[in-house]
């Protein structure tokens, strides 16, 4: 009788070891899976970010600056449902820049220095299309001569 009863005392200890331990690789597996996407995320957001200043660039050099300037660009990658959403702002600095409402500085002397731009780009993920929890964000700024 003593035997019976030992042998489902160490049967339910031996049930709860194991399942504790399918519980901790569970909670494992999916802490893993999810630092993966925040990586995965955050890498693409810093390409995208690097994709919208050059965007940017392409928009100024193509652009005609005599009537305006280009002064915000914004964009959603994917077209559809969006996982990043890319903020482009655009501050010149030149002489002879009477449509540009962002000009910084326009005592220029030198003609190299003139036409002159501070690009910042804040690439945001999108959280509801997504499904992470910390927000990712990354902001680059560089100074270009388009």
């Given at each position: 009788m003593m035997r019976k009863g030992f042998s489902l005392v160490t049967a339910i200890v031996i049930l709860i070891t194991v399942a504790t331990l399918m519980t901790l690789m569970m909670n494992l597996s999916s802490t893993s899976v999810k630092n993966t996407m925040d990586i995965y995320l955050k890498e693409?957001?810093?390409?995208?970010?690097?994709?919208a200043t050059e965007y940017?660039?392409?928009?100024?050099?193509?652009?005609?600056?005599?009537g305006?300037?280009?002064?915000?660009?914004?964009i959603s990658y994917p077209e559809g449902q969006s996982t990043h959403d890319m903020n482009v702002s655009i501050q010149y600095i030149?002489?002879?820049?009477?449509?540009?409402?962002?000009?910084?500085?326009?005592?220029?002397f030198t003609e190299e220095s003139n036409m002159t731009v501070i690009i910042d780009t804040v690439v945001s993920v999108n959280q509801a299309n997504t499904g992470i929890i910390e927000p990712i964000?990354?902001?680059?700024?560089?100074?270009?001569?388009?």
């Open positions: 693409q957001a810093e390409l995208l970010a690097r994709a940017a660039l392409l928009a100024i050099s193509a652009h005609d600056n005599s305006n300037c280009v002064e915000t660009i914004n030149g002489n002879n820049m009477m449509g540009c409402n962002t000009v910084l500085d326009n005592n220029i964000r990354i902001h680059r700024r560089t100074i270009q001569k388009p």
